[in-house]
């Protein structure tokens, strides 16, 4: 009996020592396997942050590439001196915030640099540090090309002419067609154009005129009345006129008018040509336009 007993409790010891190999086999394997994780953990975040490092350093790249903002200019309080071919106008020149914006600005022929510039001028930073102003006088020549140049060469406006400058712009303008199916002819009617100043504010022409060509042939010339719509032509109100038109020809509605201070000017509103009797088709058309001194 004490053999068996003897026996029994090696057995038991033997077992309770293979449990604890066991156990601490499972532990060992586990701490492998939460190493392993744990491995493969950091280098799945060192993976993740060298991309997103890259991602970074890309976007700054493209950012550094990104075109500069270029400030905005406008023109306020435009005045023409006929007499002595001059314009004064406020110009107005605002950057983007925080933007580092130069307080000198040429007036140059197209394509000429600011270092050439027929005219210089030295803006007043306003006291928000973005925006910077002045009166300015200059000559206006009507033939001549413009660019608004800052001191690094920052191109503000580029224009064929000084136009975009004067006191009137254009905003709005055309007219509607009716066809005469049974005399298979067009009436022309619901004349209309409307201005702003250069500052974008509602202005008004005076002594307004629209003209039709017929292939740059004048056919038709009606003066603005007080009504809307209706013109005075040849001594007479009409609200519409007709026009005989072949397949080919070409048809262009001009206004012509003049500032509050005399200029005078002549704007292409719209060019069509005429596909068939009935159907009109628009041409591209540039608005500038003709613009000359009072007699």
Same mark, same amino acid.
């Given at each position: 009996m004490r053999f068996l007993r003897g026996h029994a409790l090696a057995v038991l010891a033997l077992l309770a020592a293979l449990c604890a190999l066991t156990a601490a086999a499972l532990q060992q394997r586990?701490? !492998?396997? @939460?190493?392993? *994780?744990l491995t493969e953990s950091r280098q799945a975040n060192e993976s993740l942050t060298e991309r997103m490092e890259t991602a970074e350093a890309s976007l700054e790249d493209a950012k550094n !590439? @990104?075109?500069?903002?270029?400030?905005?200019?406008?023109?306020? *309080?435009?005045?023409?001196?006929?007499?002595g071919r001059m314009l004064t106008m406020d110009v107005i020149v $605002?950057?983007? $915030?925080?933007?580092? #914006? +130069?307080? +000198? @600005? &040429?007036?140059c022929h197209p394509g000429e640099p600011y270092n050439l510039a027929w005219n210089w001028v030295h803006l007043q930073r306003q006291a928000d540090g973005r925006t910077l102003s002045k009166t300015v006088t200059v000559p206006l020549d009507l033939e001549a090309g413009l660019e608004l140049r800052l001191a690094d060469d920052t191109v503000l406006l580029r224009s064929d002419s000084m136009a975009p400058l004067l006191p009137l *712009? #254009? +905003? &709005?303008g055309g007219i509607s067609w009716h066809c005469d199916s049974r005399e298979e002819m067009l009436s022309q009617c619901d004349w209309y154009a409307s201005f702003l100043d250069p500052s974008g504010q509602e202005t008004e022409a005076v002594n307004g005129a629209f003209h039709?060509?017929?292939?740059? $042939? @004048?056919?038709?010339t009606g003066r603005e009345t007080e009504k809307r719509y209706v013109l005075e032509a040849d001594g007479e109100r009409v609200?519409?006129?007709?026009?005989?038109?072949?397949? &080919?020809? !070409?048809? #262009?509605l001009t206004y012509t008018c003049e500032d509050a201070f005399g200029l005078r000017y002549e704007f292409p509103i719209k060019e069509q040509v005429a596909l068939a009797w009935d159907d009109m088709r628009n041409c591209p058309l540039s608005h500038t336009p003709t613009v000359t001194w009072p007699e």
């Open positions: 586990t701490i !492998h396997a @939460l190493n392993a *994780q !590439h @990104l075109p500069k903002p270029v400030p905005a200019v406008r023109f306020e *309080q435009v005045r023409v001196d006929t007499a $605002e950057g983007a $915030e925080g933007a580092e #914006l +130069s307080d +000198s @600005l &040429g007036f *712009q #254009l +905003s &709005g039709v060509y017929r292939n740059g $042939e @004048l056919v038709f609200d519409a006129m007709r026009f005989a038109c072949a397949p &080919g020809d !070409h048809m #262009l």
